[in-house]
């Protein structure tokens, strides 16, 4: 048994064909998780929900801030943008049933140690609240007056995380952080200008993951949304987004088999309690696969 991660999709259902394919994926054997972004730019949004769903317990995908803007556009709260691609959801006969199954996705997941979101993981938090606020939102997404949530949900807060936080600021401080975090500064405080590379920040930001005295630093994190440090590849996080929208590649990673070792001579198990050492990679093997679709939009994410 193999476990995958792939990035972001966003509606690239033939490369994501071709690279299950290029990776020998088995449904009854392995599973594929898939870190968020699965609609939106690209050109076959249904094609990409209905094999995941087809998949059913053997994949399984955490939501990113496409799938979210999706949501909101469905139910008329937010309008379509220029590039959006998500008509043929709307238009589909089993539109629904493709809502209600998005609606039931987490934001934040867990596999062999390493921590799975989309965007990223605030400083202050530490696995165990990522995991509970992923809940909190997975909830009231679920819930039958969903949409209350997801008229609340957006606002770009600037100010820092605090536990004090509750009800819907909580909420949405935790989509700002999980889905749309490229940028903090040392007080925790989110950049929601800057969308492309490392060294486009506000003065006195860093990228997340390099954030002092993060409270996760101590155990791996998986990664997407930012296509510009795709491929980024360390001892404590991992970037899945290739940019297969914009014409590059889509990425797995597999990672090691839990009853073998890759190198016999450094024996090493992924644990999020448990310091990893500064010279050691996140374990696993990358297989890409050049896009065959590409978004014909400038380079927003």
């Excluded at 290029?22 to 094999?51: A, E, H, M, Q, W």
């Excluded at 909580?170 to 590379?197: E, H, P």
Aim: net charge negative; with cysteine.
């Amino acid at each position: 048994m193999s476990n995958y991660l792939i990035g972001d999709l966003q509606g690239c259902n033939a490369t994501l064909g071709q690279l299950l394919e290029t990776i020998g994926f088995s449904p009854s054997t392995d599973c594929v998780y898939f870190l968020g972004d699965l609609i939106n730019r690209g050109p076959d949004n249904v094609g990409v929900i209905k094999r995941i769903m087809s998949l059913q317990g053997s994949a399984k995908c955490i939501l990113g801030n496409h799938d979210l803007h999706f949501l909101s556009v469905e139910k008329e709260i937010r309008p379509l943008k220029n590039g959006d691609t998500v008509q043929d959801i709307l238009h589909h006969d089993d539109r629904s049933s493709m809502v209600n199954w998005l609606r039931e996705q987490p934001l934040a997941l867990e596999v062999q140690g390493l921590l799975l979101v989309h965007a990223g993981v605030h400083p202050s938090w530490d696995r165990d609240l990522t995991l509970q606020l992923s809940k909190e939102v997975q909830n009231a997404l679920s819930n039958n007056d969903y949409v209350e949530f997801l008229l609340g949900m957006y606002g770009n807060d600037t100010h820092p995380w605090s536990t004090d936080l509750s009800g819907m600021a909580r909420m949405r401080f935790a989509v700002n952080a999980m889905t749309r975090m490229r940028f903090c500064d040392a007080q925790g405080r989110l950049d929601f200008l800057a969308k492309s590379a490392i060294g486009s920040q506000s003065e006195g930001f860093f990228p997340w993951f390099d954030a002092p005295q993060r409270n996760t630093s101590q155990g791996p994190i998986a990664f997407g949304h930012w296509s510009s440090v795709g491929g980024l590849h360390r001892s404590d996080v991992i970037c899945l987004d290739t940019g297969c929208v914009w014409g590059r590649a889509l990425s797995a990673f597999q990672l090691p088999s839990q009853s073998q070792n890759s190198n016999p001579n450094q024996q090493f198990t992924l644990d999020l309690h448990t310091p990893l050492p500064k010279d050691h990679l996140i374990e696993g093997e990358w297989i890409s696969t050049p896009s065959l679709e590409s978004s014909e939009m400038g380079f927003v994410e």
